[in-house]
């Protein structure tokens, strides 16, 4: 089943923040945050795996809490750069490796 | 990171032929490699999952017959789309999977996609 993103879009300024959240049905075993900008494909952010972990990446942070099958993508003090459609992409327990995407969530950074 | 290479990156043909897209992994092996396909403003979808030396397992909805993986060796894929048709048209985007025993194992790199037009 395909986690379930939000918001579907959201406009910032240079400087703001904003947060990206993943739901899953099922178990997860892993979660991937991706960003695509338009007719590329999608460049990796990072990789959380279950443990309830942090991490980031330059002022881009993300955290996942396996209780509830959660993850959410942390942009601070957002950069023109960060605009992109961000993905979150799930590895279930039992998927082998296979990863389900959300529909995305569009993210435009004005000056 | 680990490169992925895909070819050809567009191609456009005519309805009822065939096209076939390569994916390789350029720095590692993948035992693992999967196939995704992209409509316009739309999410990634697997299509299916491509294992060296087995047959590949497919998503369901997704005809096996219609695209053949081949995963012939530990660096190369292939997905063949045949007889296209213009709803085939759309971003065929793979992935490799890091090895296990490597300390990204895991993660999964993708190609840069190959955009298909059918006419």
């Keep these: 089943q395909q986690p379930v993103q939000s918001p579907q879009a959201v406009i910032l300024r240079e400087g703001e923040d904003a947060v990206i959240n993943c739901s899953s049905s099922k178990a997860l075993y892993s979660v991937h945050w991706y960003r695509q900008k338009h007719g590329e494909a999608p460049v990796f952010l990072m990789i959380l795996l279950k443990g309830g972990e942090q991490k980031g990446h330059e002022k881009i942070s993300a955290s996942f809490n396996e209780k509830k099958q959660q993850s959410s993508l942390y942009l601070t003090a957002s950069q023109l750069s960060y605009s992109g459609t961000y993905f979150c992409g799930t590895g279930a327990t039992d998927s082998w490796g296979k990863l389900q995407f959300g529909a995305g969530t569009q993210v435009v950074v004005t000056p | ?119």
């Excluded at chain 2, 065939?18 to 396909?37: G, H, N, P």
């Excluded at chain 2, 096996?64 to 048709?85: E, Q």
């Excluded at chain 2, 213009?86 to 996609?113: H, L, M």
């Design chain 2, 1 to 119: 990171g680990a490169v992925v290479s895909q070819h050809p990156s567009w191609v456009i043909c005519k309805s009822g032929t065939s096209v076939k897209i390569e994916c390789r992994s350029l720095d590692f092996q993948a035992t693992t490699m999967f196939w995704y396909r992209q409509f316009p403003k739309q999410s990634l979808m697997l299509m299916a999952t491509s294992n060296e030396g087995s047959k590949a397992t497919y998503e369901q909805g997704v005809e096996k017959d219609k695209f053949l993986i081949n995963h012939a060796s530990l660096t190369l894929s292939t997905l063949t789309v045949t007889s296209a048709h213009p709803e085939d048209s759309s971003f065929y985007i793979c992935s490799a999977r890091a090895p296990s025993g490597t300390r990204r194992y895991n993660e999964q790199f993708f190609g840069p996609g190959t955009r298909l037009t059918v006419l």
